[in-house]
């Protein structure tokens, strides 16, 4: 289940987009528990998680007008359980340097539910450069 939230922080606007019923909570067993949270905590998790990324990542020079998106899995306790990319920036490099901010993130901040059985939660990032800036939403 991915959570099609796109942060702008330039902004900090919670994007139009945003639908509750895109964020699905999956116990360590991959059933889902809720497809339901608080808008408020489940974005604000999210943010957090994103500037975490984001203070880790440094792409490599030269790379402009580049995007890539990655789907991961947190678990409860912070880690980082899986990734994938969905779509490649189509530079090596800049994939490395993704994976490596993601990794170097971890721990992450715990899921935001006191509910242990919430083993999971699956979020999809963005990361852009361009010309004037990086950023992941």
Same mark, same amino acid.
């Given at each position: 289940?991915?959570?099609?939230?796109?942060?702008? &922080?330039?902004?900090?606007?919670?994007?139009?987009? /945003?639908?509750?019923?895109? !964020?699905? *909570?999956?116990?360590?067993?991959?059933?889902?528990? +809720?497809?339901?949270? =608080?808008?408020?905590?489940?974005?604000?998790? *999210?943010?957090?998680?994103?500037?975490?990324?984001?203070?880790?990542? =440094?792409?490599? $020079?030269?790379?402009?007008? &580049?995007? +890539?998106? %990655? /789907? +991961? =899995?947190?678990?409860?306790?912070?880690?980082?359980?899986?990734?994938?990319?969905?779509?490649?920036?189509?530079?090596?490099?800049? #994939?490395?340097?993704? %994976? #490596? +901010?993601?990794?170097?993130?971890?721990?992450? *901040?715990? *899921?935001?539910?006191?509910?242990?059985?919430?083993?999971?939660?699956?979020?999809?990032?963005?990361?852009?450069?361009? $010309?004037?800036? $990086?950023? !992941?939403?």
């Amino acid at each position: 289940a991915l959570s099609n939230i796109e942060y702008d &922080s330039f902004t900090n606007e919670i994007p139009i987009n /945003y639908k509750r019923e895109n !964020v699905v *909570l999956r116990d360590s067993d991959n059933d889902i528990l +809720a497809s339901d949270n =608080t808008r408020d905590v489940i974005y604000s998790y *999210l943010v957090k998680t994103c500037k975490m990324i984001d203070q880790n990542w =440094t792409p490599p $020079k030269g790379e402009l007008n &580049s995007r +890539a998106i %990655v /789907y +991961a =899995t947190i678990g409860q306790k912070g880690d980082l359980v899986s990734y994938r990319f969905l779509q490649s920036s189509g530079d090596f490099e800049t #994939d490395k340097s993704i %994976v #490596d +901010a993601m990794q170097k993130a971890q721990p992450y *901040l715990k *899921l935001p539910t006191d509910n242990e059985k919430i083993g999971t939660m699956d979020f999809k990032f963005v990361f852009r450069i361009n $010309k004037d800036y $990086k950023k !992941v939403i």
